[in-house]
């Protein structure tokens, strides 16, 4: 496809249960970005990969919260022991280039996910 | 701790109307600005993107201002349609050497026909 993926779209979890949550960016994109969303309230910064590294986590709340993108394409967050207060629609993002500020970040179109 | 606020946060207006969407930020020490389009259920759509050095963009009947001193910006939609319904998101970008975007909440709009 042309744009970014995410699956799934919608993950419900029961509190304590792991997930995993994946991001197809646009072939070819250096950059790669996780955002969350809470409800009623925008995107907040996550981590940031250029290629496979990890440049950026300063955004992850807790230590629970784990990315990562292994070969430079697909990513992949992961959440241990999930709690209520991670409910939110968890958004990925990627651009072609990297260190640019002007470069645009197409968006994926989110998974949702509910902890009971 | 760079802030942004919109306002309002909810906008219901007759189909045809102009209107101003707001933006403030808090730290004018940004590279650029952008609004975004979010739709129910997808993912987020960039409409403008206004450098720190200039002062406004245009996109058919989109025109975004920025007064960086005053740590502010307008989004601007000239006659308005149903199809413009849609959350707007205004976004700073930090100096980190990266893309790293500070979003604010967000103008809900309804355009009604």
């Known amino acids: 496809g042309a744009g970014v993926s995410q699956s799934p779209r919608y993950k419900v979890a029961k509190r304590g249960q792991d997930v995993a949550l994946r991001c197809d960016p646009i072939s070819g994109h250096v950059s790669l970005f996780w955002y969350q969303q809470a409800l009623g309230q925008g995107p907040e910064f996550l981590t940031y990969?250029?290629?496979?590294?990890?440049?950026?986590k300063s955004g992850l709340p807790s230590d629970r919260f784990f990315a990562e993108r292994p070969e430079g394409s697909v990513s992949t967050l992961k959440i241990q022991r999930t709690q209520q207060e991670d409910s939110a629609v968890y958004l990925c993002?990627?651009?072609?280039?990297?260190?640019?500020?002007?470069?645009?970040?197409?968006f994926g179109p989110g998974t949702r996910l509910t902890v009971l | 701790k760079q802030e942004v606020t919109q306002i309002p946060a909810a906008l219901s207006v007759p189909e045809g109307e102009n209107l101003v969407l707001n933006c403030s930020f808090t730290?004018?020490?940004?590279?650029?600005l952008q609004w975004f389009r979010q739709d129910p259920g997808k993912g987020l759509t960039s409409l403008l993107l206004i450098q720190s050095s200039q002062r406004e963009q245009t996109s058919g009947r989109l025109n975004a201002s920025l007064d960086k001193s005053s740590g502010r910006s307008t989004l601007y939609i000239a006659a308005s349609q149903p199809g413009d319904s849609a959350t707007y998101l205004c976004?700073?970008?930090?100096?980190?050497?990266?893309?790293?975007?500070?979003f604010g909440t967000g103008t809900r709009l309804l355009v009604s026909p």
């Open positions: 990969f250029q290629n496979e590294a990890q440049l950026d």
């Open positions: 976004a700073v970008t930090l100096n980190t050497g990266f893309q790293k975007l500070v």
């Open positions: 730290d004018s020490a940004i590279y650029n």
């Open positions: 993002a990627s651009s072609l280039l990297a260190g640019s500020s002007t470069d645009t970040q197409y």
